[in-house]
């Protein structure tokens, strides 16, 4: 499936009236971070999850292109943490 197209899609006509200025995207492959356009919000949050240990090779290019990195079934925290602080700026 091509999530791209198909949240493209859902966003412009659902989420187009109330689109949020900031946004966490969160995906398991660096293509997941086109999901958004960042010009199109104030604040673009990138989560990447590198879930296998065969493919630590891959970190430095996750780190690259995610802002935080939870590898080898890493624990929720980090994600936690941010909503809850996010939750308590509202």
Request: no cysteine; charged share 25%.
């Amino acid at each position: 499936m091509n999530k791209n197209e198909f949240v493209n899609e859902i966003s412009k006509e659902r989420l187009e009236p109330m689109m949020r200025s900031n946004v966490i995207v969160m995906g398991d492959i660096i293509e997941d971070i086109d999901m958004v356009t960042p010009e199109n919000h104030n604040q673009v949050l990138k989560i990447g999850f590198l879930n296998s240990n065969k493919n630590e090779h891959l970190l430095e290019n996750y780190q690259e292109h995610f802002d935080i990195v939870i590898s080898r079934d890493g624990p929720m925290l980090p994600v936690n943490m941010v909503l809850d602080a996010v939750n308590q700026n509202m």
